[in-house]
């Protein structure tokens, strides 16, 4: 009597082969899954909450120091640029890093302007100073503070014009609070000290 083959056999080499590549594209589709996503070229997203400018002249050789502290006792200024919540963006030491080579070419970019970034809330009081560290001009420099909130949406909160008269003057431009929800209040102004200094203050 003939033995009769089934019809279902299966190699188990074939067998065994089909579940190495079965696992083989299954490694595949995981490793997939945990590739990152392409960044998008220029897609800045910086959060803050308020911006505080000071801006003095363009082409003006002197240098002009923002100081910023925040209701934690932190201060932010070109010798600490990360403080709490607050960043200075730009150091802006007058014409010094106004001008840039690109090959042969040397570009000038005269616009001297300091800016300071809130990224998140601190309730409490915040203190704004300005400090004259390089005075070339050897005149009086005026100087523009304006304060920004954010968020929801674009909001001129505070604006004032100083002028500094000489080398190594300190003067708080601005005092003022936010409450719990990140609403602005001004503060009546006083002189606090903020730079390491402690020589002609205003």
């Known amino acids: 009597m003939r033995n009769r083959i089934s019809r ?5 080499f074939t067998d065994l082969i089909f579940n190495i590549l079965l696992g083989f ?5 995981i490793s997939i899954l945990f590739i990152n996503p392409i960044t ?7 959060k803050a909450e308020y911006i505080i400018t000071i801006d003095w002249p363009d082409n003006l050789p002197d240098d002009i120091d923002l100081w910023v502290r925040d209701p934690n006792g932190e201060i932010v ?4 640029k990360d403080a709490g919540w607050l960043h200075l963006d730009r150091d802006d030491r007058g014409i010094i890093n106004d001008r ?3 090959g042969d070419q040397e570009l000038v970019y005269p616009l001297n302007r300091e800016v300071v970034t809130l990224r998140g809330l601190i309730p409490g009081e915040y203190t704004v100073n300005v400090f004259l560290y390089e005075h070339e001009s050897k005149r009086p420099v005026d100087v ?14 505070y604006f004032n014009s100083i002028s500094l008269p000489s080398k190594d003057t300190e003067i708080t431009i601005a005092r003022f609070n936010l ?7 001004i503060l009546p102004n006083r002189l606090s000290i903020l730079t390491p200094y402690r ?3 205003y």
């Open 144 to 157: 523009k503070l304006t304060i920004e909130k954010v968020n929801p949406s674009l909001k001129l909160v």
């Open 100 to 102: 840039v080579k690109i």
């Open 25 to 29: 594209v299954l490694l595949f589709f």
């Open 199 to 201: 020589l002609e203050s």
């Open 40 to 46: 998008k070229l220029g897609n800045v997203n910086l």
């Open 77 to 80: 200024s070109y010798l600490n």
């Open 179 to 185: 409450n719990q929800k990140g609403n602005y209040s």
């Open 8 to 12: 279902n056999h299966v190699d188990p």
